[in-house]
């Protein structure tokens, strides 16, 4: 890591450890907009938008420490969802809304059409599972046309939001409902679609490796902790091979996501994210069953913070493409080139990040 | 906790022209070898191929130039290795000469003995064999009983070893042997000689494996004499020398790619358009391959930048060794139609070939469980 990215690790680890314990406080929780003015103070937000614009000019390498980060303290704010919302505006060179943003996938049958009256844009259609919809001001997605696909920025408000729907761990996830709702933003932009899942799969991929080390650590603290036989359950070979397994598991999605982004600031990249996605969401059955396994009944409380990562995972996997979507998306890349050669293709497209 | 250190490597930027200059010379060199022999990778023992490599300068590359070598970077001997790999090669003969024996000589030894042994390896002459497992000692690897005595001008060793990666087919081996009888510390007293396995008292006898293959031999010490300067580094050092050995050992491209030319034959047997099982399968590979290959590169970067990831590497061997193994098995459950009842085609020899040669994945260069104790260990469980 750089320095600059050292001094990012440590700032933000801080802040997020600080914020965790306030949102999850049993006496006095603290309320999301308070929480999300401690994270625009910081600027963290603006972590994509340039230096000279009040940003950091940030790469892809550095959203993943941030990304990390907040899996690893399971921060429960749309701090990641607004990063990428405005990474997606700031290539476009379309308006930053202020505040918490997010960005989803639209159903097919979302159209846009011109307003008759003011002469601008209007979207109609169906969001499904908006991460955070009712927190944010403003939601980036995308709409098929005739000749091209569009990015479309769109003001949460304008949307009719189906009553409290969530993930595994608890976090708003949003079927949002527009009709003829006027645009913020419209860029065109072939394969919108695809841009939006890659991003999002490249964050949550991260966020996913931050998860997975604080469940192994939670997990390594258990067994050197708790005797069973008179001696720590971390003497047990049983218990030792199972974490081990957990700890290769997590440092191959950690590995997968730093290449995946090194690749995203070189450019196309949805063979990495493809694989890191599929490469992370399979690790995720192997080792929160271990997790579980070695905490016994106490990981299984709402006291004990293990749920808080375990939860997650089982929700990421799901989103932004699970095994089945990238599998098929990932066979079908490599079956693309296989005539030219397999071999030749991936080393390729590793050697084109190289250094002087 | 922190997280393993793997920070992606950035290839130096003229990789491409190496990658080409290899793919040419491997082409003409592979034309004529069939798909089950390429599966064999780093066990297909070639000694023609490895002379002809060796002439292209890509046997001990990264090694001084007085000593034969070619003083090229690490990273360099990297993508020559994996395209090696890749490719199928048959590279047995003088591979762990080349990866471990010679950079292990380099390091433990006086110039005469470096002269002696490092220009006949990079000229892919001279062939290593690993003399570590004996027949009451595999992974506990501490209670070997082949010893030494010290004698006039030297020593004499008395003692057996077994499993040895084509030792009936190298002319020396590295030898772990005991220097002193064992005391508390079951680490000390161990001592690695450098034995010629052409001397009196040497036998060595291939053993045949359950595909009727020979890849692997017994050796026979009997009043073996060995001169002192064929003691390797320092006596009683065994133990560290021959983990720094390991490191070098577990590190490689080869802990992953054993099986991977069932993977081009798989891509080279279906069409572009194959059914959605297929198709996924394909993709998990991909996913495991891909990320297999960012970990070992990552190694090799941080080993080139001078670093000791040596519990990352137990962590790639380990999850490479996995990867290798389920491959014929995820193979052979996924063929459909034809491809599965064939015989005789490059993809089925290939998957024949690897079913059984698999299991020695996870056995070799330190098994599966030794390696998660490893893991373990630097996790502080133990």
């Known amino acids: 890591m ?204 991260s966020q996913m490796s931050g998860a997975l080390d604080s469940a192994l650590q939670l997990s390594i603290e258990h067994v050197s902790n708790r005797e069973q036989f008179g001696r720590p359950l971390a003497k047990f070979q049983a218990i030792q091979q199972q974490l081990a397994i957990f700890a290769e598991e997590a440092a191959a999605v950690n590995c997968a996501s730093q290449a995946a982004c090194d690749a995203e600031d070189h450019g196309d990249s949805l063979f990495e994210v493809a694989a890191t996605k599929l490469r992370s969401n399979r690790a995720v059955g192997i080792t929160t069953s271990i997790a579980h396994q070695v905490h016994g009944a106490i990981g299984l409380t709402k006291e004990y913070d293990l749920h808080l990562y375990t939860q997650r995972l089982w929700s990421w996997r799901s989103e932004f493409g699970n095994d089945r979507y990238w599998s098929k998306n990932l066979g079908q890349q490599v079956l693309a080139v296989k005539d030219e050669g397999f071999w030749n293709y991936m080393t390729a497209r590793s050697d084109r990040i190289s250094k002087l | 906790m922190k997280s393993v250190k793997f920070t992606p490597l950035e290839m130096p930027n003229d990789v491409p022209k190496l990658r080409s200059e290899v793919r040419s010379f491997l082409n003409q060199e592979l034309a004529d070898i069939k798909a089950v022999d390429k599966a064999k990778s780093w066990s297909g023992y070639n000694a023609e191929f490895s002379r002809k490599l060796a002439g292209q300068g890509w046997i001990g590359m990264i090694w001084p130039k007085d000593l034969g070598g070619h003083e090229a970077s690490a990273l360099h001997r990297y ?156 006596e009683g050092d065994g133990w560290a020398q021959v983990n720094s050995e390991l490191a070098l050992e577990r590190s490689g491209p080869e802990r992953y790619l054993s099986s991977y030319r069932l993977f081009e034959e798989l891509l080279m047997s279906v069409a572009q358009d194959c059914d959605d099982q297929t198709t996924a399968t394909i993709g998990e590979i991909t996913a495991d391959l891909w990320t297999l290959r960012q970990m070992s590169m990552s190694i090799a970067g941080q080993l080139a930048d001078g670093e000791d990831p040596s519990l990352a590497a137990s962590m790639v061997k380990d999850l490479g060794a996995c990867f290798e193994q389920n491959l014929p098995h995820t193979v052979q459950a996924g063929l459909g139609g034809s491809l599965h009842l064939a015989r005789d085609t490059g993809l089925n020899e290939t998957l024949s070939y690897l079913l059984k040669a698999t299991p020695a994945f996870s056995l070799r260069g330190g098994t599966r469980e030794i390696l998660r104790g490893i893991i373990a260990k630097g996790l502080g469980l133990k």
């Not at chain 1, 440590?10 to 603290?30: I, W, Y």
């Not at chain 1, 098929?144 to 003001?155: I, R």
């Open chain 1, 2 to 205: 750089t320095p600059q990215q050292l001094l990012l690790q440590e700032t933000v680890d801080n802040v997020f450890g600080e914020l965790v314990a306030k949102l999850n406080s049993r006496q006095q929780p603290l309320d999301f907009d308070s929480a999300w003015l401690t994270l625009q103070d910081l600027g963290i937000d603006n972590l994509f938008v340039a230096e000279e614009e009040g940003g950091f000019s940030g790469s892809w390498q550095d959203a993943r420490i941030v990304f990390y980060l907040a899996g690893r303290h399971g921060l429960a704010l749309p701090i990641c969802e607004t990063i990428v919302a405005k990474k997606i505006l700031l290539d476009l060179q379309l308006p930053i809304p202020e505040g918490p943003l997010t960005f989803g996938l639209s159903t097919p049958e979302a159209s846009l059409s011109n307003d008759k009256a003011t002469g601008g844009k209007i979207f109609s259609g169906n969001l499904l599972a908006v991460p955070w919809g009712r927190n944010t001001n403003a939601v980036v997605t995308f709409c098929h046309g005739a000749t091209t696909d569009s990015v479309v920025l769109l003001q949460c408000s304008g949307a009719q939001v189906s009553g409290g729907r969530v993930n595994d761990a608890g976090e708003p996830r949003d079927n949002m409902q527009f009709h003829d709702a006027s645009v913020l933003g419209v860029a065109a932009l072939p394969n919108a679609s695809e841009k939006l899942l890659r991003m999002g799969a490249l964050m949550r991929a």
């Open chain 2, 79 to 234: 993508v020559v290795m994996e395209e090696l790999l890749a490719a199928g090669a048959p590279v047995a003969a003088h591979w762990i000469a080349d990866r471990q024996s010679g950079t292990h000589i380099m390091r433990y030894s006086s110039p005469d003995v470096q002269k002696r042994f490092l220009p006949a390896i990079a000229r892919g002459e001279m062939y290593f064999c690993i003399g570590m497992s004996e027949p009451n000692s595999g992974s506990d690897l501490a209670s070997i009983q082949t010893k030494a005595d010290r004698v006039d001008g030297g020593w004499i060793i008395n003692g057996a070893k077994i499993w040895t990666t084509f030792a009936h087919r190298s002319h020396m081996m590295i030898a772990l042997v005991r220097t002193t009888p064992k005391s508390e510390s079951r680490h000390a007293g161990l001592s690695q000689f450098i034995i010629d396995l052409s001397a009196d008292g040497v036998t060595v006898n291939p053993i045949e494996d359950h595909q009727g293959d020979h890849h692997f031999g017994e050796i026979f010490l009997d009043n073996v004499f060995v001169a002192d300067e064929m003691l390797l580094g320092t």
